[in-house]
């Protein structure tokens, strides 16, 4: 995940989703991994992130950590939960062509269900602003989910209604773990003609895959076949099956 800010004397931020990206250097620095999973019940409750500084120069950072909601429409909002980790450095300064690890470990407690964070790390302006009053920094979102033990997920689509040319229909997981649609194979059925959609192809048309545990997300899919008001029958399977 990807955050880019524009500063006019406060900064702003714009939000992009690169969804399973390792590094984008186009803007100067790398960060990896960009999504870590924590079972604090087996001793796995710390993890390290790697910053590495492509540039020519100075390169300085802070950390924060947001917890991750998601609606049932997959828009997201973040909420600070820079308690429930201990973040070392918090802020850094990483030298022309230079790494530096970032250790999080995880001290809050864990319930029955998995949750979602991501560890934003801030490129922090230095410079003054130029003659338009704009400066833009950079920053990573690194997804980050701790999980009980035991966790699983177990996904279910309900009401496919075929409108307007598209597919859309609920998908409910009644499991205590994050799911990604992504990782899925879709197949659905118009009259007696099925067909599918590969985990390529159904990454490609959800922007947000994710599905919290015990909740259900609103897809709609632009799909061929379909005809309004058509009955559609829809399964979900693993990409693998």
Do not use: C, W
Not at 14 to 38: D, N
Not at 106 to 116: L, T
Request: no cysteine; glycine share 8%; aromatic share 8%.
């Amino acid at each position: 995940m990807l955050f880019v800010g524009v500063t006019r004397h406060i900064r702003l931020f714009i939000i992009g989703v690169l969804a399973f990206a390792m590094a984008v250097p186009a803007l100067g620095y790398e960060v990896s991994p960009m999504r870590i999973f924590l079972v604090p019940s087996r001793g796995q409750a710390t993890a390290t992130i790697a910053v590495n500084n492509i540039r020519a120069d100075m390169l300085p950072i802070e950390v924060k950590v947001l917890r991750r909601i998601v609606a049932p429409d997959g828009s997201q909002t973040f909420e600070p939960a820079d308690d429930m980790f201990v973040v070392f450095p918090p802020q850094a300064q990483i030298a022309a062509s230079q790494s530096q690890a970032i250790r999080i470990q995880y001290i809050g407690a864990v319930g029955a269900q998995s949750e979602a964070f991501v560890v934003q790390i801030t490129e922090v302006p230095v410079n003054g602003l130029d003659g338009s009053g704009i400066q833009f920094t950079y920053n990573f979102g690194v997804a980050v989910y701790v999980q009980p033990n035991r966790a699983r997920t177990k996904l279910g689509v309900e009401n496919p209604v075929a409108e307007d040319g598209k597919l859309r229909l609920s998908i409910r997981n009644t499991g205590n773990d994050f799911g990604f649609i992504n990782g899925q194979t879709l197949e659905y059925q118009v009259g007696d003609k099925t067909m599918s959609v590969d985990r390529e192809t159904l990454t490609t048309l959800v922007e947000n895959p994710i599905i919290p545990p015990n909740s259900a997300r609103e897809f709609v899919l632009p799909l061929d076949g379909l005809a309004d008001g058509a009955p559609v029958k829809v399964k979900l399977l693993r990409a693998d099956s």
